[in-house]
């Protein structure tokens, strides 16, 4: 059943976790990636020496089997591979139920030579390194028609992908892929039958191609790229949105590839009976295809699962995201926005904004969408493109998070040697407390990116693309700058587990309140010079009351409540409401969530 309008109802309020697959947990090393496997992927190199990296070994210091080539770090973190796999996610979910997620959002899972993996070469198959049996599965693969799906197999990663779902449903997780339908890899089995055959090729109209091999007129074959990255050839599209088919596949193009691979994964028997598959998407450069083409799929996922839940990659200003999500469409998309605003005002820095402020961009996100698409928002506060929130707050002086192109660019240490990449400070770690605290109380389904609420930190990609920190391992202290001199003093790198404990409470705290969830919003103090905000969250009867202080000073919040006795759920400190009013002490950087008792 969906709530009232169009989302699904199991989406209000979820807390959801993002996983970053080859770099969360190694669970079976057996099937490792070679180096023939990166075949495709940047930076090309596959004659220099090269093995499956150590997981827990210092981020910027080349090992010495890269020091070989020569190259810098930067080259060389391009070609490092961790084995994170499907079984590492597997032996996880304990650990996730743990923390308390509800919900799992898996970039790329699809097969592909790259880390990230949105260079797919095929949608219907699971990466055969992700699995037990990447020789076997390869040749399984070979032996399909790909744009046949009557011909698709199962291979042992596909099984795998299929395991992990059912016992993530077991544990009560709900668990989305990611689908990137604009662009394949060159790997992939469309532009190689292109690329070998040329006019020829029954995929000849499945790509933008802009020239084929043609001595005479001198030309070289060559496809259009995804912003013109030369490893992601797109898919055409007409005014549609991704093509039909032509007459060498039967009628089959891109358009009806994606539609049959989404289906794979949502009713992977294939009985009209969705619960065996994943519970939604996550779509990759939304913004890139055209509406009908998203209308039209919605139609055909929504007919497999009419509770499946849909949310897109957009990052735009509010008025830029609404058409996405008018109900025909989408149900949410990544939050950026929720990020942008949280940060100015409780981080602070470049693009700070005043109590006032934030109060009126909430109100503009709140305003912008109908109504129960706020309760559905993946509300992140940084993601796989962006910098760790963790080192967001260490260079919050440097430029708006809001300016996305400009903050995007300048974030990344490989072009702006200036970003400080050190281990956070405990008063920048309280400002990532506070932040979590807004996080799970507001109006939205909270996200978290894998191994923040373990303490991890780094610049945008590829730093925000570390390896895992567990609490199990050892790991090498950070002693080397991006630049490879050595940092003055050694970042130890750990599991942080009262950050942990943090994120944890405040997930309960979450998952006991319909409040909290679900609940209506009220914004009850918004004062500028002293830095202080108060909201209320209300369902039915029960009224939970936030209050957070983005001063570095100690602060007294005087609030408008019903009379009675509430109690801080942070601190178990109470509080008497006389006569309609309540007063409470908030430290610096601090929060405090009331609930009456």
């Known amino acids: 059943m969906t709530a009232a309008g169009f989302v699904p109802d199991w989406a209000r309020g979820i807390v959801w976790y993002q996983i970053f697959p080859e770099r969360f947990r190694n669970g079976d ?6 180096l023939a496997s990166l075949e495709g992927a940047w930076p090309h190199d596959f004659t220099s020496p090269w093995q499956v990296h150590p997981w827990t070994s210092d981020w910027y210091r080349r090992q010495p089997y890269e020091q070989q080539n020569g190259r810098d770090v930067f080259f060389n973190i391009q070609r490092r591979r961790y084995g994170g796999d499907l079984q590492g996610i597997l032996d996880s979910l304990d650990y996730l139920t743990d923390l308390g997620v509800e919900a799992l959002y898996l970039n790329p899972v699809f097969d592909s030579p790259s880390a990230h993996k949105y260079d797919g070469t ?7 390194h ?3 049996d990447p020789e076997g599965d390869r040749r399984l693969i070979d032996s399909e028609i790909p744009h046949e799906p009557a011909t698709w197999l199962w291979t042992a990663a596909d099984r795998l992908a299929l395991r992990l779902i059912d016992e993530a449903h077991r544990r009560g997780l709900r668990l989305i892929f990611d689908g990137v339908w604009n662009h394949v890899s060159r ?29 005479e007129a001198g030309t070289t074959f060559d496809c259009r790229g995804w912003l013109g990255t030369w490893e992601l050839p797109e898919l055409r599209q007409d005014d549609n949105g991704l093509v039909g088919g032509g007459a060498d596949t039967g009628g089959f193009g891109p358009r009806d590839y994606i539609f049959a691979a989404t289906r794979r994964w949502m009713d992977p028997d294939g009985d009209g009976d969705p619960r065996d598959g994943i519970d939604g998407w996550r779509l990759d450069v939304a913004y890139c295809i055209r509406h009908p083409f998203w209308q039209a799929w919605r139609r055909h996922v929504r007919a497999i699962n009419p509770e499946a839940y849909l949310v897109a990659e957009v990052v735009r200003p509010p008025e830029g995201e609404a058409p996405y999500l008018r109900g025909d469409e989408f149900d949410a998309t990544m939050n950026y926005n929720f990020a942008f605003t949280a940060v100015e005002f409780l981080v602070g820095g470049a693009g700070a904004t005043t109590a006032t402020q934030f109060d009126r961009r909430l109100r503009q996100l709140r305003e912008a969408y109908p109504a129960e698409v706020s309760h559905v928002m993946q509300n992140l506060l940084d993601s796989h493109d962006s910098p760790r929130i963790a080192s967001i707050i260490v260079n919050r ?68 693309r570390k390896p895992m920190v567990w609490p199990e391992m050892r790991y090498e202290p950070e002693t080397t700058l991006p630049d490879g001199r050595p940092r003055p003093h050694p970042d130890e790198v750990a599991f942080d587990h009262d950050l942990f404990r943090h994120y944890r409470t405040l997930i309960a705290l979450r998952q006991a309140s319909p409040a909290l969830r679900h609940g209506d919003y009220r914004t009850l103090l918004a004062e500028d010079v002293r830095r202080l905000f108060a909201f209320a969250r209300q369902a039915e009867s029960e009224v939970v009351v936030v209050v957070l202080n983005a001063d570095d000073l100690m602060q007294v919040a005087d609030l408008e409540l019903p009379a009675g006795t509430w109690t801080d759920a942070l601190s178990g400190e109470r509080y008497t409401a006389e006569a309609g009013r309540l007063s409470l002490t908030v430290a610096p950087l601090w929060g405090a969530i009331l609930r009456r008792l």
């Open 29 to 34: 090393p057996a099937n490792d990636p070679t």
């Open 397 to 464: 002086d440097r430029w708006p998070y809001r300016d996305w192109e400009e903050f995007h660019r300048r974030s990344k240490v490989e072009q702006t040697a200036a970003y400080d990449t050190r281990r956070p400070t405990p008063a920048e770690r309280r400002r990532q407390k506070l932040l979590a605290i807004f996080q799970f109380t507001y109006v939205g389904a909270p996200m978290i990116y894998y191994g923040d609420e373990a303490g991890m930190w780094g610049a945008n990609d590829p730093d925000c």
């Open 122 to 128: 095929t949608y219907h198959h699971i990466d055969p």
């Open 130 to 132: 992700f699995g037990p």
């Open 187 to 215: 790997r992939s089995w469309i532009f190689r039958d292109v690329a070998a055959r040329q006019r020829q090729s029954p995929y000849r109209d499945w790509l933008n191609v802009a020239a084929w091999d043609d001595p």
